[in-house]
């Protein structure tokens, strides 16, 4: 089945500064592969998905890229604030439904 | 709209005992999956169900089950509890399968004694 490694598991950057979050999947045939945020005690929410057919993504300060060939996709978050401090898990996932395998989350702190 | 809703929030059960974990999808949402959380092992997929019918299934032993009703609410049941069962369950709607963002609730919090 799928497997989806994160890397790294915790990130402290400056306030300011970019982060980067990177993962990688073990089957091919994943084509969908969101992002999904995680503030202490909430629940996890979504902040960007890619699909397999684009290579690039980008939503105001955040972007996704997918490589598909090296089976890796990474969350770029730039211009990094106090509140981008939060879990982040990315995901892949067969599109014959929503079953989602995680990566084990990249806990990320923004200090000012 | 309301948010995905589960029920109950905390849940203190002992060791043997069996447990039913509710979830009330937003309204319209047909497909509803099933996470587990715990601190070392991050969000782990339980199952996922789409018109009362169960479309996928994770690794997990045949003690952690599942249904669907007509109206898309969802029911999980674990059996025997053991030690290790103890966590975060987050249950997730989505409008339709595949390619539809998760909406997840706020969780139940299994605690096994």
Redesign the interface.
């Known amino acids: 089945g799928e497997n989806v490694e994160q890397h790294p598991s915790t990130l402290s950057v400056q306030e300011g500064d970019s982060a980067v979050i990177k993962c990688t999947y073990s089957d091919s045939a994943s084509n969908y592969f969101p992002w999904y945020k995680q503030e202490l005690g909430k629940r996890p929410q979504l902040i960007i998905d890619i699909r397999s057919n684009v290579g690039e993504k980008k939503d105001q300060r955040i972007a996704v890229t997918l490589n598909k060939t090296a089976k890796h996709f990474s969350l770029h978050i730039t211009e990094t604030q106090p509140e981008d401090s939060a879990v982040y898990f990315c995901a892949a996932s067969i599109v014959t439904g929503t079953a989602l395998i995680f990566g084990k989350g990249t806990t990320l702190s923004v200090s000012s | 709209k309301a948010g995905v809703t589960q029920t109950p929030r905390y849940l203190i059960k002992t060791r043997g005992q069996q447990v039913t974990l509710s979830c009330s999808p937003i309204s319209g949402h047909r497909?509803v999956?099933w996470?587990q959380q715990t601190p070392g092992?991050?969000?782990?997929?339980l199952f996922?169900y789409?018109s009362e019918t169960q479309?996928?299934k994770?690794?997990f032993p045949g003690r952690f089950s599942g249904r669907q009703f007509s109206n898309s609410r969802s029911e999980m049941n674990v059996s025997t509890l053991e030690l290790g069962d103890s966590a975060l369950y987050?249950c997730?709607s989505?409008l339709v399968?595949?390619?539809?963002?998760?909406h997840?609730?706020?969780?139940t919090r299994l605690t096994v004694t």
């Open positions: 497909s999956s996470y092992q991050g969000l782990q997929f996922e789409f479309r996928n994770g690794n987050l997730a989505s399968t595949g390619y539809s963002p998760l997840f609730g706020n969780g």
